[in-house]
């Protein structure tokens, strides 16, 4: 169990620390994430060589850490189809190809030889027994980095426990002084390089970023995020307020409060009362504690740390002014390749759902640093099909800076104000600068930065790149490939096992926030329920696996029938029930065909490898999504199913018996 809790603790910690401190990674967790998978599945293949290379973990982690604090990467980067957002243009650091690749590959090797240590635990248990005890180990891998995340602890606690568990697994079990000399070393080497990180002056950690504070400049994961200022001498957060009537704004809901400023707007701009919504609480308490105004101070306002979709949906309060302020994340949803943070609030139905929160007379507003002129098309035709009336847009000739503001009424909506040095003209309705404006992002395809439903060249590149390493990978590392071929169905199970994970980690995002809390809570839902198929694995066989493939599927068709809007509206505690339900049925079936199969395996080891690395596959996959959509998912993951049944099938109890007869 010690060496399963290090497997996914160190996957865990190594998804949020590469992206913490390489640009890149902070929108491709992805690309960690398929490393981790190939590296466990080269582990397990592995398991059957004569020689440990478990004892070389130590040395292969310390080369990883070395190189990331040695060659930080910052960067800020855009494009016609793949946007990243930053004010700043700087990069550091080797080029991206080299950095990905590099980190690629170290993660691979470094998971592979810590899952070599387990593999080898694993082969001396019977199969459900051994995966039981992995599913144990890897629940309280997922309890103890949950528990660092609230604590918000930094890199170093991340890295003494990993040091910890492998100077207990390994360095006490190596022969040769040599060897434990290098493992020591490694392990030392280590905690020297995180500890410099983790003391760094002005240096702090949240659940989502590395933040780092010079003077009242704000950065996270290398790249400016904010700057805390007066509200006298704040002129963009002030605009809006000139389009409101003079006699102030009244009830205010500020969603991506950050710091304070626009609150600190709000409150001088004459609001009655503040509702500051911020989904990082580092971010928030910084603020609390430098803002020059004070804003959080003040008795009209009321913070509150959670996803600003998730609060839309969980209140019935009303306002007359809802602020969208500077919402741009810089880093993706935990385990998903494609949905960052924000995502869910730039769809078409989250506007739906703030327009249905404002007062007879209020006023909704949003504003950025768009960069490019068909990403502001895509709001303001977005604003325009849900207030039905065209909004009013302030822009700028610097950065590209559009501030919109729409009306529940819009008769109350002027856009007539007088020329203003900081913008480019006079505050216009919108029309489209591009033609045809592309339309709106949804709760299904919640893409706001993807112009068209398309896979951009950069994730063409890196999923054949992936493909060939990881083929390469296999094949020199884990030996000859004839040897999965018994486990075929397995592979094609851990194929669709990822991708319906995936859909399930999306889906709670929509429902209940983008939170790293509703994230750990799915994870850790998901173990739960592999963990009691499981266990009834244990107590039954079903002899006709054929019907839990049909039950399977059925539960997969439920989930694809119902819309994810019916359930998004339903209340609180209707709502979790009805997506528990729709979500962890598919998982439980699908562990009870899994477990029924992987009881009986010849190798153990090679079979687990064989349905890692379909995992890795389904990882791959899930960029579909961009193409098609969550909901599309769904369909691949019953192909996959059905390509586990039809090369399953000769497996199923009585299968050879009736092979022998005919």
Same mark, same amino acid.
């Given at each position: ?61 310390? =080369? ?9 990467? #910052? ?22 190809? &080299? ?29 459900? /027994?051994?995966?039981? *005890? ?21 890199? &170093? ?11 207990? *697994? ?39 970023? #590395? ?61 009655? /009362?503040?509702?500051?919504? /911020? ?5 928030? /308490?910084?603020?609390?504690? $430098? ?37 741009? $994340? ?25 327009? @249905? ?53 819009? $008769?109350?909506? $002027? ?44 994730? =063409? ?88 493939? &049909? ?31 729709? @979500? ?35 990882? &791959?996959?899930?960029?579909?999504? *961009? ?6 998912? *769904? ?28």
């Amino acid at each position: 169990m010690s060496l399963s809790f290090l497997v996914l603790f160190l996957e865990l910690a190594l998804i949020k620390w590469t992206g913490d401190n390489v640009f890149h990674l902070s929108f491709f967790s992805n690309f960690v994430l398929l490393g981790s998978f190939l590296g466990i599945g080269i582990g397990f293949l592995r398991a059957h060589r004569p020689r440990s290379l478990f004892k070389f973990a130590p040395v292969a982690l310390a =080369v990883l850490v070395a190189f990331i604090r040695f060659f930080p990467v #910052k960067i800020e980067g855009s494009g016609g189809n793949l946007i990243f957002f930053s004010n700043f243009a700087r990069e550091t650091g080797p080029p991206r190809e &080299l950095t990905l690749t590099v980190i690629f590959v170290a993660v691979a090797v470094v998971m592979a030889l810590v899952a070599e240590g387990l593999a080898r635990a694993f082969a001396k248990f019977e199969p459900l /027994e051994a995966y039981r *005890l992995d599913l144990v180990g890897s629940v309280a891998g997922i309890l103890a980095f949950s528990a660092l995340a609230f604590l918000r602890a930094p890199s &170093l606690a991340w890295g003494a426990v990993a040091v910890v568990l492998l100077l207990g *697994l390994d360095v006490a079990q190596s022969r040769g002084a040599a060897v434990r000399l290098l493992q020591l070393a490694a392990l030392v080497s280590i905690i020297v390089l995180l500890a410099t990180e983790t003391f760094t002056a002005g240096l702090s950690w949240s659940p989502y970023y #590395k933040i780092e504070r010079h003077g009242g400049v704000i950065y996270v994961n290398g790249v400016f995020h904010q700057t805390n200022v007066p509200s006298s001498t704040n002129p963009t957060y002030s605009a809006l307020y000139d389009h409101l009537p003079t006699s102030g704004p009244g009830r205010v809901l500020v969603i991506g409060a950050g710091g304070g400023n626009d609150v600190a707007v709000a409150l001088a701009r004459g609001a009655t /009362e503040v509702d500051a919504v /911020e989904i990082d609480p580092r971010l928030q /308490e910084i603020g609390a504690e $430098s803002h020059p105004d004070h804003p959080y101070q003040d008795p009209r306002v009321r913070v509150h740390i959670n996803d600003g979709r998730a609060f839309l949906e969980q209140t019935s309060r009303r306002w007359d002014l809802i602020l969208f302020a500077l919402p741009d $994340s810089l880093v993706l949803v935990p385990g998903q390749s494609t949905v960052r943070l924000e995502s869910y609030l730039f769809t078409k139905q989250a506007i739906e759902a703030a327009k @249905a929160h404002l007062s007879p007379h209020g006023f909704f507003s949003m504003y950025n640093y768009y960069r490019e002129d068909w990403l502001v098309d895509r709001l303001g035709r977005t604003l325009d099909e849900v207030f039905r009336s065209r909004p009013c847009i302030d822009r700028t000739a610097v950065h590209k800076f559009a501030l919109f503001v729409a009306a529940q009424s819009s $008769s109350d909506l $002027s856009c007539t104000l007088p020329q203003h040095p900081l913008f480019l003209s006079t505050t216009s309705l919108w029309h489209s600068h591009t033609g045809r404006a592309p339309a709106p992002a949804t709760d299904d395809h919640p893409f706001p930065y993807l112009r068209t439903p398309s896979l951009p060249s950069l994730y =063409v590149v890196t999923i054949a790149l992936v493909l060939a390493a990881s083929l390469l990978f296999v094949r020199v590392f884990g030996g000859s490939l004839r040897g999965m071929r018994s486990y075929t169905d397995l592979f094609f199970m851990g194929v669709a096992f990822l991708l319906l994970e995936t859909k399930n980690v999306v889906q709670f995002a929509l429902l209940f926030g983008t939170t790293w809390f509703v994230n750990a809570l799915v994870f850790l839902g998901i173990l739960l329920t592999v963990l009691l198929a499981v266990e009834i694995s244990r107590l039954v066989a079903f002899r006709k696996p054929a019907w839990l493939y &049909l039950a399977l599927l059925g539960s997969i068709a439920v989930a694809w029938a119902v819309p994810q809007s019916s359930v998004l509206g339903l209340p609180l505690v209707a709502r979790f029930l009805a997506a528990t339900a729709l @979500a962890f049925a598919p998982i439980f079936i699908a562990n009870l065909v899994f477990t029924q199969r992987f009881r009986d395996v010849g190798s153990s080891t090679t079979a687990f490898g064989a349905n890692l690395l379909g995992a890795m596959v389904g990882g &791959l996959l899930e960029y579909s999504a *961009l193409l098609v959509g969550y909901r599309a998912l *769904l369909i691949v993951v019953a192909g996959a199913y059905g390509a586990a049944f039809f090369f399953g099938r000769s497996h199923f109890p009585g299968a050879g018996a009736i092979a022998s007869r005919a």
